[in-house]
């Protein structure tokens, strides 16, 4: 539970090895150390380095056994992370997998990992999260979307379909927790460079994890219900939004 200034004291990372996840609790805490944080991702070489980079910050680290295909991960880490001691401030559900989008539309297994990753284990522990964090009254819930879901392109159109569909979860659950007074922001970054991006071309607008952090730390301040990264985007996919399908299906995204 938040402290008597309202600090954060205890924080849930669901894909504790993001890089957006890791810089977002980083931005959180700032310089107080013994801050908890539950670490929720598959063991292995990359969690090993994300609990090290925590602990060199003053956090308190435990990692948690999770993987997006398997269910009983799903309810063991939850469970695992509330059931620790004290109440949970924020948890942010920031994993997820880009995949190889020509394969996706053309390979049956290949469109189903997409789909399981990136928004049937979201919307699951969504909904285990919320029954948790109504029952305490309190905390905020950070849902990683994308721009890549407000229209979907032909380039990548079913990972875009995957977060399409993760935003409306995220933003339906938001108002319909919000009188047990539970936040959910929902993130729609762009192009960031990062491990999930490593050996693609930038695009425009591009940032950093760090970047994105800063938008998502001052999205929960205001308690605002959705942010974009950079807000530029906004306008840009609000173009794009609109324009007509005779057009937009020519463009080269």
């Known amino acids: 539970m938040k402290d008597a200034i309202g600090n954060v004291q205890r924080v849930f990372l669901l894909g504790g090895t993001s890089d957006i996840a890791l810089a977002t609790v980083v931005k959180l805490i700032g310089e107080r150390h013994g801050v908890q944080v539950i670490l929720a991702a598959r063991p292995g070489e990359r ?17 948690v056994d999770f993987d997006a295909t398997d269910r009983t991960s799903y309810e063991h880490a939850v469970a695992s992370a509330f059931e620790a001691g004290g109440d949970i401030d924020v948890v942010m559900v920031a994993f997820g997998l880009l995949g190889d989008q020509q394969r996706a ?63 409306a979860f995220y933003s339906g659950l938001g108002d319909a927790i919000a009188a047990d007074g539970v936040q959910v922001l929902v993130v729609r970054p762009g192009f960031v460079r990062s491990k999930m991006t490593a050996g ?25 219900h959705t942010v974009w990264a950079p807000p530029a985007m906004r306008w840009v996919m609000s173009g794009l939004r609109h324009l007509p399908h005779s057009v937009f299906k020519r463009l080269p995204v």
């Open 200 to 224: 693609l071309g930038a695009a425009p607008l591009s940032q950093t994890p760090e970047q994105v952090a800063d938008v998502i730390v001052a999205g929960l301040a205001a308690g605002r």
């Open 47 to 63: 969690r090993v380095a994300a609990t090290a980079s925590l602990e060199a910050f003053g956090m308190q680290v435990t990692e």
């Open 105 to 167: 539309w053309q390979d049956l297994d290949a469109a189903l990992e997409l789909v399981q990753v990136n928004y049937t284990a979201p919307v699951a522990c969504g909904v285990l999260v919320a029954k948790r964090m109504r029952a305490q009254g309190h905390g905020a819930i950070i849902a990683m979307s994308s721009v890549a879901g407000e229209r979907p392109r032909k380039s990548n159109f079913v990972y875009g379909s995957n977060k399409a569909g993760v935003d």
